[in-house]
Structures are given as C-alpha cells and as structure tokens.
C-alpha cells in the first residue's frame, strides 16, 4: 500500500470515481457515433450509473451530485434545464427509499427494478419536456430509446461492479 | 434531517430552472453555451480517434466497391461536365442580363467552416454541437448548411462551440417553398426523421417528388437552399425526406447571410445548392 501519508489522497481519489465515471458516460453519450438513426435510440447511460450507484454506494454519489449531472446531461443534450436534475434526483430519491427491498438481491431483481424506475424516469422526462414546449415530444422515440437503454443495462453494471469491487474502498 | 432539506432545496432549484428557462430562455441558453464551451475540448479529443477508426473500417469495406465506384463516377462526371458548359453560358447570360438591368449585387454571404463534436441524441430534442463559436464569428440565427443542403440554425453561441438546432427539431419552423410550383408552406419538424409541410394555400397542389427550398420569408434565410424531396402526401399530411442524413454529417458550413463581409461567395452559393 502507499505510504500513510499519501493514503487519504488516494481515498478521496477513489471516493469521487463515482461521480467522475457518471460525468464521462453523460459526455461519451455525446459523441457524434454516425450510425444512422442510432443517436436518435441511444441508451441514456447516466441513469444507469446514477441508478447503480444509490443502490450500492450512496455516499459517495449525494443528492448534490447528482443533481450537478443533471445540469451537465441537459446542458450537453440540449433538453431545457432543470429537466434531467428533476428526474435524475427522483430516480436516485426513489431507490434510495427502496434500500431495504434491494440489499442481497439477486442481479435480475436489480434489473427488473430498473425496467420499472426507468420506464418512470423516461415518462417523467417526456412529460416535462412535452409542457415545457407546448406539445409532444412524440412518444415512439422515447420506447424505443427506454428498450435500448434497457438492453444495455447489464454490460454497463457489470463494468460498474468491476470498478466498484476492484477500485472502491469498502464500506 | 439536513438530507431532507438538502432534497427539498435541490429539486426546487431544478423547478426554478426550469421556469427560468421558460420566462428567460436567453439567459438559459447563455448557461448551456458556457457548459457546452468547458465540455468541448474533452469532446474534440475523445471525438477524434472514433472518428479514425470509422475511417479505417469504412476503407477496408470500400475497396471492393472502387471499380463500381470508378465507373458510376466517369459517367458522372461526364454528366457534370455537360451542366458545366451550360452554367457557363447562363453565367454569361446572367452576367449581359445583369449589366443591361444595372443590377446591384446583394452582400455576399460568409460563412465558417466547423466540425461535429456532439450528436447529443435522445428522443426529445434534435441538435448537434459545432466547434466553432462567437471567436470564430459564428452568430444566432445563423444558417447552417452542408454540401447537401440545410443543416438547420445556429441555436446557442458559445465562445468555441455553437449549438445547431436540426430542421427537424421539435421547435424547427422554416419558411419554404415547392421549388417548380412556388407555392409556399412552413416546414416543421416533429422530432421525427421526416419534417413535415403545414400552412400550404389553400387549393395547393403537393406530389410526392418535388423538390423543397426555403423561401427566404422571414428573414432567417436566404431563398433558395435546397432542404429536400416530398415523400409522401396523405391525409396525414404531407411530409419530405430531407437531403442532409443527420448521421453523415461531419463538417458543416455556417453562413451569416446578415453580413456585409465579403468571402468566396461562389463556392458557398455552390456548396449550398443556393440557386441565384
């Protein structure tokens, strides 16, 4: 291990890559991938990770955390601020309250408890952008990006495990 | 306690965003401009090796297609050459005209050339994020065109990126006209890959086929750049495949046709289809 005194700065280090992975999934979201149509279905990988990380490791993604992802998810998709903070911050509240039903179980459990929080955040997403502009969004488009994002879900929480187990100091 | 309180405050900041937004989308969209602007570096970076391995991959597919290629090619080409010669005598004929008329030219456009550094997806909103920004020149409003034909206008300024809302956003309104019957219409997107055509005369006759260019009503755009081709006209409207694919897009050109700057107005007139 490193030397006592350069432990703590090693901790503190660890203790933000929650965060910092959260924030490089809503920029890598954002590049330009030139395949027809795919950008249009693109699974929103923020809120897989904000999910993952209120389930497991709370205290180090607080609710002001995730609220700043928020910003920087509607700042770079161009959806109106304020938009993905609400709905980032209700996904992170909803599973928090759920503590207890998630500790132990099973990784289809977690899934199946993500297919319903998502298809929540995703409707939460649609009606507020559809009031905030006076009309509908179209809501094609959002089912089909929920099925990707859904499909999707178990490679990222894997590396997300990977990370958590090998990187993250234990609680 | 303190967390409950912490909660409260926080979505209720997200709330006062959001009617911030709605009350002073300027002062919203200058916040967008600033993230985007610190994010753009990191987006340029991570953009560009994705960008040579799609070069790679898409090389090693094309090699088989070269001698197909080659052929369609010549025989283009020597279709191209035929239009030369006759935009040449047009242009001479444009000129004698234009000189018998005293025609004053108009300013000549300006334009900047950006590359994509975000395809910012999802299913609610449809704009892509350019590199260039207010230290390049770029402004509000302005035109965004490809080799194609119209990208859409440029949303947001930052200092070195520019947010580009697509033609066929949700909130996309452009005045345009059926290019061989000149009837106008408005064409407004619906987040969908195809925009569609409202406020047409009444009595207006669309067929699937025509071609569709903005009619410079408004302001916003000069007449004359090409958009695309009605699809289909049914009774649930009338709708036209742009010619600019969204996924293609690499480099785009921003034009201020508002400026009295003078550039190389033909290769822009040419690249943007502006028929003059």
Known sequence: MKSGFLQPLDLVARNITPFIITMLLIIISAIPTRIPEFSYIAPVLPLMAIYHWSIYRPDLLPAWAVFALGILQDALVGTPFGVSSLVFLAVHLVVLSQQVFFTGKSFAVVWIGFSMVSAAAFIMTWILVSIYFGQSTGLLGVFFQYLVTLGSFPVLTWILMVWQQKMLPQE | ?276
């Open chain 2, 1 to 276: 306690m303190g967390d409950r309180i912490m909660n409260v405050i926080l979505i209720g900041a997200s709330l006062a965003m959001l009617v911030v937004g709605k009350a002073d989308p300027q002062f919203m969209e200058g916040v967008r401009s600033n993230i985007s602007d610190v994010a753009a570096p990191i987006l340029e970076t991570l953009a560009r090796p994705i960008s040579n391995a799609e070069k790679v991959i898409s090389e090693i597919g094309t090699i088989s297609e070269i001698r197909a290629e080659n052929e369609s090619l010549r025989g283009e080409n020597e279709r191209l050459l035929q239009w030369q010669s006759a935009a040449r005598k047009l242009e001479i004929e444009n000129r004698q005209l234009k000189g018998l008329l005293n025609f004053a030219p108009g300013a000549e456009p300006g334009f900047i050339t950006a590359g994509i550094i975000a395809d910012t997806g999802g299913s609610f909103v449809r704009s892509i994020l350019a590199n260039a920004g207010s230290r390049n020149g770029v402004k509000k409003g302005n035109a965004v065109i490809t080799s194609d034909g119209l990208v859409g206008r440029v949303q947001g300024v930052g200092r070195r990126s520019s947010r580009i809302l697509l033609i066929t956003d949700l909130n996309s309104r452009i005045p345009v006209v059926i290019e061989s019957t000149r009837t106008r219409a408005i064409m407004a997107g619906d987040n969908s890959e195809r925009p569609k055509l409202i406020h047409l005369p009444p009595g207006a006759t669309v067929s699937p086929g025509d071609r569709v260019v903005t009619s410079g009503h408004g302001g916003a755009f000069p007449p004359g750049i090409q958009i695309g081709i009605v699809t289909t006209v049914d009774e649930k409207g009338i709708f036209l495949q742009p010619f600019v694919h969204r996924e293609r897009i690499e480099f785009v050109r921003i034009v201020d046709y508002g400026l009295k700057g003078i550039l190389d107005a033909d290769s822009a007139a040419e690249g943007a289809g502006v028929s003059r």
